[in-house]
């Protein structure tokens, strides 16, 4: 609180108390009190009002003071209500007292907010399971109709599940409490379940599928590391040329175990490379086969961070990806 505004925002009372000393003074002038008398009234009358204006400005700046130097530290500044104590003067008073009901509302209307979206995340949940049945019945039927017809529609039915799951991974991504559990795995097990999942797309597009040196245990979530490699394998899929394979590792190191995911597909740009975490960015391979939503790269990116991994891309436009997803080894037991 600086003393020059104060005095600027005060100015008005200030004007108007010297203009009733100059009053009070013409009323003794004009009763003809001696000089000593007015001039000693006077020094009091201007004490007075210098002890009262300094007393009120040092009780609001200390108040004030640490009003901001709290909001200051404060990254989530609603919480000012919890830090600020009742002050001893009125407009402090209504002040502390609009704060707080302001912060009622809010917390009010924030609980609501959530307990809206938490209805909603579970009822999405609730759909894509449901939604599974009638895709699995329809992926069994075409596996048992082999024809060039049901290649495609198994096509279209495998994106179908790639984006249910999406949604789902999604919004278990922003609660993963409800549905998070890290404990020893398997990798080859792990990678075993996604080439499984994948077998019709690695046949109908003639894909080879490699894999070497699995034989590693790491700590994870085994449902959150499969949906993050079957995205990176169906990324591989989507984008391939000719003689199209895709072959997988791990690499021991002395921190770290290294999963590696490789494909000689499209590749990705330079231009590109730096936001392929980014939400929604499709770069110029989504743009050209109108496949891509952009949300699968960065929903794993979002599961990586939270499960302690961390996941990097490198690659060469037309000519290879290579993603690799590392794994702590200090934390293993």
Known sequence: ?????????????????FFFLLITISFLIA????????????ITFILFII???IYKFYRKKHYYDVFLNNLDRLDQK??????????????????????YEIDKSMTERVSEYKQS??????????????????LASLSLIVHNNKSAVNKKIKEQINHLEDYTEQILYYVRSENPEKDYLIKKCSLDEIVKNVALKN?????YKHTDFIVSDLDKTILTDSKWLEFIINQIVSNSLKYQRENPYI????LEKKDEIQLIIFDNGKGISSSDLPRV?????????????SKSTGMGLYICYNLCQKLGHTIKIESVKDKFTKVTISFAKDTLV
């Open 51 to 53: 002890i009262i204006f």
């Open 247 to 250: 072959k997988i590792t791990a």
């Open 277 to 289: 975490f980014e939400k929604s960015f499709t770069g110029e391979n989504g743009r050209d086969t």
């Open 31 to 42: 009763f003809k009190v001696s000089l000593e008398l007015i001039i000693a009234l006077t």
């Open 199 to 203: 077998q019709d797309n690695f046949r």
């Open 1 to 17: 609180m600086k003393l020059r505004k104060y005095i600027k925002d005060k100015w008005v009372t200030i004007i108007i108390s």
């Open 117 to 134: 979206v938490k209805d909603f995340k579970e009822f999405i949940e609730l759909w894509i399971h449901e939604v599974k049945i009638p």
């Open 78 to 99: 609603y919480l000012i209500s919890e830090l600020i104590k009742k002050p001893n003067f009125y407009e402090g008073e209504i002040l502390y007292e609009s704060i």
